[in-house]
Structure formats: C-alpha cells, structure tokens
C-alpha cells in the first residue's frame, strides 16, 4: 500500500512539471509572437528651406501605433502607420540669420507602441543646408583624399571606385573609421542604390549650441577623419581619407623657381606658422603621417612640440576612441592587402636592426619600390584629385641659404623648422619629425648620440619623395634639422629612409 502511495504521487508531480514545461513553452511561444520590431530607411534627413517634405517608408512587425512625441519648432513631422510612412516638412526660410540658427537643426521624437503594449523612442534629424551640398568627384575625379571647406553642406562621395577610379566590388557599407573631432563629419550613410556615400559638416558653435558668425559666415570645424567601405565580411576593402580644412589648400600654392606647384601647407594640416612661435600657430602646421607607398594616414600629434609623441585624439562611430596600432611585418602582414584591409595600423619593422635583420626597415615584406611613382599618380597616392607625392628632383631647387643658417639657434628652434629658398623666395617646413619604423611613436628630435655630443637635438624634418635608392632598398626625403653647432646643420633633399617610417607629405600639382 504504502509503495502504491508513493508512486502515486510521483506521478502526480510528474504531472505537474509536466504541467509547467508546457505552460513555460507557451508563454515562450507567446513571447517569441509578441515581439516587436520597426525598421526605418534612414534617421538622418537634409532639406532646403522651404524644402518639398520628404516621405520615408518603414517596415513593422507586431507594432500596434507609432506616434510623434515631439518635434522642433517650425518643422512638421507626421506618420501613417497604415502606409507605414513618415513625413517630414522643413520650415521656410525666416531671412533673419538669427531665426535660422534656431530652425536649421530639428528632430523629432518617435514613439513605437507594440501589440503587447512594450514602447520604444526613435529620433529622427533634420538639416537644412540650403543650397550648398557639394558631391566631391562628379566627373570621375577620383582621389584617395578629399578637401572639405564649407560648414553647414552635405557632402557625397562615389564609392563605387576606388582611389585611382578602378571598380570596386563587393561593398556592402561604408563607414566612418576616425575622425579627430567627435562631430566633425555628422551622419554619414551609405545609399547602396547610387553607390554613394554622404555626410554633413556642420560649424562651430559656442557653449549655448548657437552657431558662431564670423566677417558673415559660419565658422569651419577644421580637422581629419577617414572613412571605410566594407564587404559583407565587415572587412575593410578601401577607405578615403577626408580633410577639413578652411584654407583653399587646393587653389593657393606655391610656385617654385623650376616651375612645380607646392602646397602651401602639409597634407592633413590647417595652415602653416610660417616660422611664428605660437604654439597654436604650430600645431596647425603639422600635417598627417604616411608610411611609404601607402594612402592611408595616422594621426597627428597631440601637442606642438610632441610631448611624449601621444598622438592627437581620434574618434570612431560612437564616440569611442581609436588609436594607431603596430604590428611587426611578415609574410601576412607586410603585404599591400594586409595594409589596405588595416588602415589604422602601422606595420612597423624592428627586427631589421637585429642580428638577423637586413637593415632596410620596409613595412613590406616583399620590396616594392612602384607603390608611388616619381612620374604619375599612383593608385596608392595619398594626395587629393590633381596632386602627387612629390618626386625625387622636385625638391632639388631648394637649398638652405646663408642668412637661414646663421639665424641664432635658439630662436630657430622657437620655430620649429625652417625657411628653404629657391633662390627667389622662401617656404617655410615644419620640423615635424616622423613615426619610427620600430615602434610607431612619433620622434621629432634626433637621437644620435655618437655624432651630437650634448643632449637629443630639435627638431628635425623629414618630408616623403617618391623616390628611390639606386638600390632599391630604401626611399628618400627631403631632411634637415637643427643641431648645436651651425657647421654641422644637417640638409639633405635626397636622403635615404627605411620605409616603414611614416613622414609628412607636401603635395605638388600636376601640371
């Protein structure tokens, strides 16, 4: 009797669990149903004032209403949640410039109620940028670098190709990588329709959010910013780098006495001091760095005099930051795929000093010396549409006058570089120094301790030809610095470097 008693109510429990795992599959079956889910085409929108309104379509999936919560003063924003779609209408344009700093930026504020009741905010953007939006290479000029001088503009770019026009295949989005301000290239989006990308530069604005006017136009946010495209792997399969800058970098140059037309500044800075000593002044001039043969850049340095050779902020999608990294050549990483796929990471070569290093220091593990061309622009050229990396007789009318020589050291130093003349006129270098090819850190001073006798001098520059040794092994820049004793200044227009270091570049026309 007792032995029935207890299976008895063993099956009863049995029962019961049984009971509730059916019970738990249901409720689980109920929630896999109730959930929710709405997908809009984009969350960024830009108009003209007094723009027609823009209709967005959506998808949903067991969501009962979508409302507008809020919306900026002077936009409309309405849904249709039987037609799934939203419409946004833009303000008029008020004329008073005032008035449209307050109506230029909106939003609105979505709120997504599902069958089950669970709620969920969208926030859609608005621009109005008037009549200035710009596509940077309507004519297929094609570039690995593009300059960008107006606030308040959507910008596009064709990605359907890369730097040298060649077809690009396989792109499923495009991205930002970096960009040394958090807000300096707002909403980039990819429209894989027109193989497009496009993003708003806004302006500078002061502690209150209102737009700062200067001689009658809004302020520039100068700075740098790389963004990628990539396959469906989430692999990057090129990246342009996008440059900032108010100065017409591409329309003010300087013409030397053998007839090549300079920039005026460094590719990837914002001006050039001139030989000034504000530390601002030059910070401004310091442009980005480039390993030999590559188009990618790293960034610049923190502070004007290279303190510790930290390098200047960067900032990818969200906000987070993002630093160079280096990795050590091999027969995976020291290949062209390899670098265009990482273009954040520098591949450095310490081990070409050691006992069983060849002393080369190229970031390639296989030499090759035709990645920039003395005579054309290569695919891999950093500089924008229409300019190159400078070839190796480029440089060769300038020279280091007398005058510049005797200047007392230490205000030359304040200067941080020189003034080079080509027997006419003068142009000023920056001593900005380079990104070692054993580590990766920027060094501005030189370390030579066996041909300087005192402490590390300052400063030193170092500015990329596309040149090469006779021998194939090296390449060569344009080098000087600034040494203790003048007889020994050091000038060199052709000298040989491992090309695993990352220099200044100064971009020259091409006629």
């Given amino acids: ?66 409302v507008v919560k809020s919306v900026s003063d002077g936009w409309a924003c309405e849904v249709d949640h039987a037609a799934r779609t939203v419409k946004i209408t833009p303000p008029k344009d008020p004329v008073d410039e005032t008035q449209r700093d307050k109506l230029r930026n909106g939003s609105a504020t979505l709120n ?18 008037g009549d200035k939006s710009v596509h940077l290479n309507p004519n297929g000029e094609y570039a690995n670098s593009y300059v960008v001088n107006e606030p ?9 190709a890369n730097g040298a026009g060649e077809p690009l295949s396989g792109v499923e989005d495009v991205k930002m990588l970096w960009q040394s301000n958090a807000a300096l290239l707002q909403h980039v989006d990819y429209d894989a329709e027109s193989h497009s990308v496009s993003f708003f530069v806004d302006c500078k604005k002061d502690d209150d959010g209102k737009a700062i006017v200067e001689n009658g136009g809004h302020v520039l946010v100068e700075g740098n910013a790389v963004i990628a495209a990539y396959n469906g792997s989430d692999e990057i399969v090129w990246s342009w780098h996008i440059w900032v800058v108010a100065k017409d970098v591409l329309g003010e140059y300087d013409t030397y006495a053998n007839g090549r037309k300079f920039m005026q500044v460094n590719l990837g800075a914002f001006g050039n001091s001139n030989g000034a000593t504000e530390s601002e002044q030059i910070l401004a001039s310091y442009g980005l760095y480039y390993q030999w043969g590559r188009k990618d ?49 520098m591949i450095i070569n310490p081990a070409c000093v050691g006992e069983e290093g060849d ?65 006419a006129n003068s142009y000023f270098y920056l001593g900005g120094g380079f990104r070692s090819y054993f580590d990766g850190v920027i060094v501005n001073m030189n370390y030579k301790t066996d041909v300087y006798p005192s402490t590390p001098e300052p400063w030193e520059g170092y500015y990329w030809t596309a040149g090469t040794t006779a021998d194939g092994k090296y390449s060569t820049c344009m080098y000087f610095d600034l040494t ?28």
């Fill in 152 to 160: 308040t503009t959507l910008y596009s770019l064709d990605v359907s």
């Fill in 1 to 66: 009797m007792e032995r029935k008693n207890e299976i008895k109510k063993y099956m009863k429990n049995l029962k019961f669990l049984l009971i509730a795992a059916f019970a738990a599959l249901a409720m689980g079956a109920c929630d896999k149903d109730d959930s929710h889910s709405v997908s809009f085409e984009k969350l960024a929108y830009y108009f003209k004032w007094g723009g027609e309104p823009q209709v967005t379509e959506y998808t949903s999936v067991n969501v009962a209403s979508i």
């Fill in 359 to 423: 002393g080369v220091g190229d970031w390639l593990h296989v030499r090759n010396s035709n990645l920039w061309s003395n005579t054309s622009k290569s695919v891999a050229d950093p500089c924008p549409y229409g300019w190159r990396v400078p070839a190796k007789s480029d440089f060769d009318v300038l020279s280091l006058s007398a005058a510049e020589d005797a200047t007392d050291l230490a205000e030359a130093r304040k200067r941080f570089g020189w003034s080079l003349t080509d027997g």
């Fill in 297 to 345: 850049p790293f960034m610049r340095p923190k502070t004007y005099n290279c303190a510790g050779g930290d390098d200047e902020a960067a900032y990818g999608v969200s906000g987070s930051s993002v630093y160079v990294s280096t990795i050590e050549t091999d027969e995976k990483t020291g290949t062209v795929e390899y670098a265009t796929a990482n273009p954040t990471t």
């Fill in 484 to 511: 203790t004793t003048r007889t020994i200044n050091k000038f060199n227009l052709n000298h040989p470097s491992r090309r695993a270091n990352a220099m200044q570049v100064r971009c020259v026309k091409i006629d």
């Fill in 112 to 129: 997504v109620i599902a069958e089950n009741g669970e709620a969920s905010k969208y926030t859609f953007n608005f621009y109005i940028v």
